[in-house]
């Protein structure tokens, strides 16, 4: 199995910064690409950002882009999320995501595996 744990989660104000982790463990396989999504209270989950294995590709959903940066060290398994400028509206759990398919996708359904979550809470 796969086990992916988030950290880094916590309450910051509206323009303060954080920097979110996943670690990933367990079963080892090829070349992944990992993703970042998020559901707010009484919202659905949606996509943030994603990044592919060598991490030339990096996609970000509108509402995060220029604030937002994904990375990945494969040598530690880590996946990060740099949240810069933070705002109210980015209040939600954090899921970081795996993806066994080496096709960067943005939607959950193309993701195989996903971590329970880390709370992000913006004060305004």
């Known amino acids: 199995q796969v086990q992916l744990v988030e950290s880094g989660g916590g309450l910051v104000q509206a323009g303060g910064s954080l920097r979110l982790s996943c670690e990933k463990s367990?079963?080892?396989?090829?070349?992944?690409?990992m993703g970042w999504f998020r559901r707010a209270p009484g919202e659905e989950r949606e996509f943030v950002a994603a990044?592919?294995?060598?991490?030339?590709?990096?996609y970000y959903a509108d509402s995060v882009k220029g604030r937002f940066t994904i990375s990945r060290d494969n040598a530690k398994k880590t996946v990060y999320l740099q949240m810069n400028s933070l705002k109210p509206e980015d209040t939600a759990v954090y899921y970081c995501?795996?993806?066994?398919?080496?096709?960067?996708?943005?939607?959950?359904?193309?993701?195989?595996?996903w971590g329970q979550g880390t709370q992000v809470t913006v004060s305004s």
């Open positions: 990044i592919s294995w060598n991490a030339v590709n990096t």
């Open positions: 367990g079963r080892t396989f090829g070349p992944y690409a």
């Open positions: 995501a795996l993806d066994r398919s080496v096709v960067v996708g943005t939607s959950s359904v193309d993701y195989d595996y």
